[in-house]
């Protein structure tokens, strides 16, 4: 799952700096003109090699039931709503980082670099934090990569030297993004019924996205009010929130299992 995450990064980062020099030497028009035309062709190949596979559900009554059973399954319930408090810690912190660096008074070449370094560390820590999990444990991972991910947010608030924050950023972007694959495999396991699954993550994905909507709109306002540096700590307070479902039901869970044996 991690290395899967991670390829979507190279088309990301890889693609999005192939562009901006596009822009430089075709202009803006004709490269969002080529953009538009790579989408298009992405459409048409994932149609033409998905025919087969598209089932369309003619009972929707029972369908229904199925999603509102699946809502009800406290482990999925569980791995939604730690996903949800992730994005809310981690979702668009990388939209503020560069806002950081001008705070602190980097040139424009420098935050490029520093945004740069945050992506390289997305893709890192999504295929380092997935082996690491198939060896320890996708919980126990995921909560040390919050708390880790809140020190690192209240370093980067906090620290003026150019190279320390080079380092932070590689480091931030690896735990911040490195969780995606984590997460995942958490809904993925708290799904009875695989042929929910897909179900499972448009319920995922649309929290998800509600958060990416919304973080940047209110940890904006903060911003404007409080300065930038306020967004990384209620960053890293959201960080610390994100294993909290986690450890509750960790806790219960064992106690239902003390109270059987007993």
């Given at each position: 799952m991690g290395s899967f995450t991670a390829f979507g990064d190279i088309g990301r980062v890889g693609i999005s700096a192939f562009v901006t020099i596009l822009v430089a030497l075709i202009n803006w028009r004709k490269t969002a003109f080529l953009y538009g035309i790579l989408s298009f062709t992405v459409i048409v190949v994932v149609l033409l090699t998905n025919r087969g596979s598209m089932v369309f559900p003619d009972n929707k009554r029972k369908e229904h039931k199925q999603i509102l059973g699946l809502s009800k399954t406290s482990s999925f319930i569980t791995a939604i709503v730690t996903g949800f408090i992730d994005s809310l810690a981690s979702s668009t912190i990388f939209v503020f980082i560069p806002f950081l660096f001008i705070y602190r008074g980097a040139s424009t070449s420098i935050i490029g670099a520093m945004t740069g370094a945050f992506f390289i560390g997305n893709m890192i820590g999504k295929v380092g934090l997935g082996k690491i999990s198939d060896k320890i444990g996708n919980k126990e991972v995921?909560?040390?990569?919050e708390v880790l991910m809140a020190l690192l947010l209240l370093l980067m608030s906090s620290i003026d030297n150019i190279l320390a924050?080079?380092?932070?950023?590689?480091?931030l972007g690896a735990?911040?993004?490195?969780t995606v694959p984590i997460i995942n495999t958490l809904i993925a396991q708290s799904i009875p019924d695989k042929s929910l699954m897909e179900k499972g993550f448009g319920i995922s994905s649309i929290m998800t996205g509600i958060a990416g909507t919304v973080t940047p709109i209110v940890y904006g306002l903060f911003a404007d009010k409080y300065t930038i540096v306020s967004v990384f700590y209620i960053s890293?307070?959201?960080a610390l929130c994100a294993p909290i479902p986690i450890v509750i039901r960790w806790i219960s869970?064992?106690?239902?299992?003390?109270?059987s044996e007993t």
């Open positions: 995921f909560i040390a990569s924050l080079s380092f932070i950023a590689v480091a735990v911040t993004k490195g890293a307070a959201m869970r064992r106690q239902n299992r003390d109270q």
